[in-house]
C-alpha cells in the first residue's frame, strides 16, 4: 500500500505563490507516477500535472508557465509550486500515486489541501 499526505496550502493573494507538498509513504516501489489534481466547490476534478518515475513531466494546458511540478526522491516528496495564483486557483488540491496493489493497476490519493487565492 501507499500512503500519500499533501501539505502547504493556505490563503494566498493574487499574484502569489505557493508550494505544495505531497509526501509518500509504505510501497513507495510500486509508485509509476504522481499527480497533482485540485478540485473546486461544485466542479469537476482537473488534472494539474504528473511526474512519472521515468519520462517527461506533463502539465495540463492551462497551468504551463505557472506550476512545476517537481521530486525529492530521499524525501519520497513530490511538490507543486504555483506562481502568478489567480483567484480561479482556489480548490483543493491532492496528489495522486499510480501504481500496483497485489498486481494490479491502483491509485492512491491524498486527503488534499486546501488552496485559497483571494485579496
Known amino acids: 500500500q501507499v500512503q500519500l499526505v499533501e501539505s502547504g496550502g493556505g490563503l494566498v493573494q493574487p499574484g502569489g505563490s505557493l508550494r505544495l507538498s505531497c509526501v509518500a509513504s509504505?510501497?513507495?516501489?510500486?509508485?509509476?507516477?504522481i499527480s497533482w489534481y485540485r478540485q473546486a466547490p461544485g466542479e469537476d476534478r482537473e488534472f494539474l500535472a504528473e511526474?512519472?518515475?521515468?519520462?517527461?513531466?506533463h502539465y495540463a494546458e492551462f497551468v504551463k508557465g505557472r506550476f512545476t511540478i517537481s521530486r525529492d526522491d530521499a524525501e519520497n516528496t513530490v511538490y507543486l509550486q504555483m506562481n502568478s495564483l489567480k483567484p480561479e486557483d482556489t480548490a483543493v488540491y491532492y496528489c495522486s500515486a499510480g501504481g500496483r496493489l497485489n498486481g494490479r493497476p491502483h491509485d492512491y490519493w491524498g486527503r488534499g489541501t486546501q488552496v485559497t487565492v483571494s485579496s
Open positions: 511526474i512519472p518515475r521515468r519520462g517527461l513531466l
Open positions: 509504505g510501497n513507495i516501489a510500486s509508485i509509476n507516477d
